[in-house]
């Protein structure tokens, strides 16, 4: 369990962006063509929309390695000692978030749904923080991991029903 663990739906999601973006810009382009208002600055300002699109519609990439939780986005990447935790806030509403704040001070926000579809990266989270509860660096926060923790449980029941097609 020491190893690498890395979200196995990045690159779809990658390849989502992509091809909604195009599809954004494919369709100003023919309605501009069809309306005779295509030109060269109408083509770049359609480019440029369909470019923060993309960036609005591409994921974090999330990691998670013994000791440490990565994300990187399309120009910043943040971590977190995820062994010396001082704080696990979890926000549960529309847009969920899951906020780790580590002792030096470091954060990085992930959506839960990255932990629930990948089992790998939950395993090696929980037993980090874990490590945080035992060595006495998580102040706040015990009671989300343990509500986190049911969540990613319950969801992962739901996914094997659903699969197996018992439910």
Do not use: K, Y
Request: aromatic letters at 4%; glycine letters at 8%; one cysteine or more.
């Amino acid at each position: 369990m020491d190893g690498l663990a890395e979200d196995i739906h990045w690159a779809g999601a990658r390849r989502s962006a992509i091809c909604t973006a195009a599809l954004f810009l494919a369709a100003l382009l023919v309605l501009d063509a069809g309306a005779g208002e295509l030109c060269v600055l109408r083509v770049a300002l359609w480019a440029g929309l369909a470019a923060l699109l993309f960036v609005i519609l591409l994921p974090p990439r999330v990691s998670v390695r013994a000791g440490r939780l990565s994300t990187r986005g399309l120009l910043v990447g943040h971590s977190v000692r995820t062994d010396s935790l001082a704080s696990l806030q979890w926000c549960d509403g529309v847009a969920q978030r899951v906020v780790l704040r580590d002792t030096e001070g470091s954060s990085v926000e992930i959506d839960p749904t990255v932990l629930t579809r990948n089992p790998a990266m939950w395993r090696r989270l929980d037993a980090d923080t874990r490590t945080s509860v035992e060595r006495g660096t998580l102040l706040l926060g015990s009671t989300e991991l343990r509500e986190l923790a049911e969540h990613i449980d319950r969801e992962t029941a739901r996914t094997v029903f659903r699969v197996s097609g018992l439910r």
